[in-house]
């Protein structure tokens, strides 16, 4: 049985308000996990580039590139299209909900 130590992992964060990263990046680095963080979606595929993260948490309403576009840019490069994604946002609706699905995140989840 593999068992995944939190230590090991390492989580980008994206989102354009400052709070919400500094209270999501707080919250997982309490139960141990390792957080990188990005305000827009041109930083966070930098810093992917770079850290190559476990795992990706993306809000969709960025300035610049949004979210979905975002998304799409990890999913079409080869380097980063295996690291899983999650959508972090307040569109509720299930057109959006869809859509991020439908562009390879793996789930999305309501702020």
Do not use: H
Not at 5 to 34: C, F, H, M, Y
Not at 51 to 60: K, T, W
Not at 73 to 91: E, G, V
């Amino acid at each position: 049985m593999n068992v995944i130590s939190s230590e090991s992992v390492r989580i980008l964060l994206v989102d354009d308000t400052p709070t919400n990263l500094k209270v999501l990046s707080e919250a997982l680095q309490g139960q141990g996990w390792k957080t990188l963080m990005a305000i827009d979606g041109e930083s966070a595929i930098e810093q992917a580039e770079y850290a190559l993260p476990d795992l990706i948490l993306l809000d969709v309403m960025m300035p610049g590139i949004d979210g979905f576009a975002t998304c799409e840019r990890f999913k079409s490069s080869p380097k980063l299209q295996s690291i899983p994604i999650i959508f972090m946002t307040a569109l509720s609706d299930a057109v959006n909900k869809v859509r991020g699905l439908d562009l390879g995140a793996v789930d999305y989840i309501t702020k």
